[in-house]
């Protein structure tokens, strides 16, 4: 059996107490990060001297057909540990069971993995933003940042100055005014900065902060106004997203049912468009939130994904951040959900999509809560709470 000489003197890993030492034993040590979680042993053997302890290794070895990988003295608990490289065992489970029952072998177990616990994006006001944890959506930033997806906004105009959206802005267009001018409106920028504001900037981080998104303005507001649209500039704007490769349609819209608007939106599910629509503030589903085909968002209808709409921090015009509220939020939130979703697998259709976020739902501290993770990953480890 190898040994590799490295003397554990400097390194304090000697037997008994340290301030006792007088000599130290070269053992057998290897690189952690070639040690493979779950397919390699850690077994601990009662302290004994080091040649009986030599012996017992290759003894070990032939006995259960797994080479020595590394070994080293754990002084605090008066044991020596052993890795045996089990990568060729076809039973691992049987294996453990076969050492547990050795009256040679202390315990056994699995090497596991373990990772650094940190904040995943560094802009200043991420820790406020409670609701990425809610929806889990950070597991999924590690792979999937919406990379490629595009999302058109159909709302009032969102500022196109905010450092957390001017890069994200992939076109802006106007549909309410003939000759359209700068403008930068409240609703419209609280949306864009809930799906996508960019990360390791100076802000917030928007739930799909690499996708690409597109400004539809069909919407204005006026003084304090929570904003108007009407069916001919909702029409332009849902025209313009069927026929420019948008893959997702946020419509944080809600009113009277209008056959015009019901078939560009069933022209948009046609054409492989997820849609997304808030649901509205009441029981009942607002239109077009409750056309068949479209994925309702909120927190009170019936049917809706429900998603974080309550006091959740978002972009402001002028370079400000803001709280906002509104089954509008709710919508942004399940939208940026549908890209990460999208980027990592783009062969999902609509109503792929809605099924698997129908059956993402959770329970947060008492209420219902969409898990962006477990829409992507299942209900794997990856999920856990």
């Known amino acids: 059996m190898t040994r590799l000489l490295l003397g554990l003197a400097m ?3 000697v037997w008994g107490a340290l301030p006792r030492a007088s000599a130290a034993q070269d053992w057998q040590l290897a690189d952690a990060d070639s040690i493979a979680p779950a397919t390699f042993l850690i077994l601990t053997i009662p302290r004994d001297d080091p040649a009986a302890l030599a012996a017992l290794a290759d003894t070990l070895e032939e006995d259960f057909g ?30 453990i069971a076969q050492m547990e029952a050795d009256a040679r072998i202390r315990t056994v177990q699995r090497v596991r993995s373990f990772s650094l616990t940190e904040m995943p994006h560094s802009d200043p006001l991420f820790p406020l933003q409670w609701a990425l ?39 802006l267009r106007d549909f309410v005014a003939v000759r359209p001018e700068p403008l930068a409106e409240a609703h419209g920028t609280a949306v ?34 929570p904003g108007v649209c009407n069916s001919f500039s ?34 948009a599910l046609a054409a492989g468009i997820v ?19 479209v994925i309702a968002a909120g927190q009170v209808a019936i049917g809706s994904v429900p998603a974080p709409m309550i006091d959740v921090l978002t972009t402001a015009p ?40 129908s ?27």
């Open 318 to 357: 002028g370079a400000a951040h803001r709280y906002a509220s509104g089954s509008s939020i709710a919508t942004a939130h399940v939208s940026g959900v549908v890209a990460l979703m999208l980027a990592r697998d783009p062969t999902l259709t609509p109503a792929e999509i809605a099924q698997r976020l």
């Open 66 to 95: 797994m080479p020595l990988t590394a070994e080293w003295p754990l002084n605090a608990l008066e044991v020596h540990c052993f890795v045996f490289d089990a990568r060729n065992v076809g039973d691992i489970d049987a294996m």
């Open 133 to 171: 944890e809610w929806l889990q959506v950070l597991p999924i930033h590690a792979t999937s940042l919406g990379e490629g997806i595009r999302i058109g906004i159909v709302d009032s105009a969102i500022d196109r100055a905010h450092p957390d959206l001017a890069d994200q802005l992939a076109d």
């Open 11 to 13: 390194l304090g890993l």
């Open 234 to 267: 909702l029409a332009r704007a849902i025209n313009f997203a069927v026929l420019n490769d948008i893959d997702v349609l946020n419509l944080s819209v809600g009113g009277p049912e209008d056959p015009l608007l019901t078939e560009l939106i069933e022209a």
């Open 275 to 293: 849609v997304v629509a808030a649901s509205g503030e009441g029981d009942s589903m607002v239109y077009p939130a409750a056309l068949d085909g």
């Open 359 to 385: 059956q993402a739902v959770r329970d947060v501290e008492a209420q219902p809560m969409l898990s962006a993770c477990t829409a992507i990953f299942g209900t794997g480890p990856e999920c856990a709470p």
């Open 192 to 225: 864009a900065g809930v799906i996508g504001a960019a990360a390791t900037n100076e802000g917030i981080v928007g739930v799909a902060p690499a996708a690409q998104m597109v400004g539809l303005r069909a919407c204005w507001q006026e003084g304090g106004a």
